[in-house]
């Protein structure tokens, strides 16, 4: 599976998912721009896109929730310790409330792994953040190890953005 992204306007973006009405796509918005995300096994439809393989999936994405992408830059040394972190990660995430999906997407042309979660509203991933579960997982681990500088499998700060799915047209 695979998961492409691309950015732009937000009428751009509506008009790019209309083009492709029988793909599956979500439209989510957030710091100023549109994304627009399309998981599949086919070739992407998009032009010049971000690509990921999914090499980890919970649950089904849907276009009505909070959406979590931790971007995580990792040295080319590094992506198996970090992929392996992943691999024996628990089930603790999944019986959060508000808990809608997850993915782990590998980088096919940089260094950025996304940690994509998909919540039904913001207040569940804060919930999610400041909970133990949370303190126990494999990326609040492997934040806590960089910034104590006892490895070198990151090749610079990871950093959050977030999306909504729905906003309200009038907008």
Known sequence: MYMYFTTGTRDFMKKLRERHATKEMILMHGGGQSVLLHETEAKSVFQTPRRYEVISS?????????????????TDEGRPVFEHRFSKRDSLIESQKGFIAFRLLRPLD??????????EEPADYDRWKNSQAFKQSPLSNDMK????NTTHIFSSASYITTYVAKIDDSE
């Open 58 to 74: 919970v649950g089904k994405l849907q276009e009505q929730g909070y959406f979590v992408c931790n971007n995580v830059p990792v």
């Open 110 to 119: 940089s260094d950025t792994y996304v940690v994509m979660t998909e919540w």
């Open 145 to 148: 190890e960089f910034a104590n």
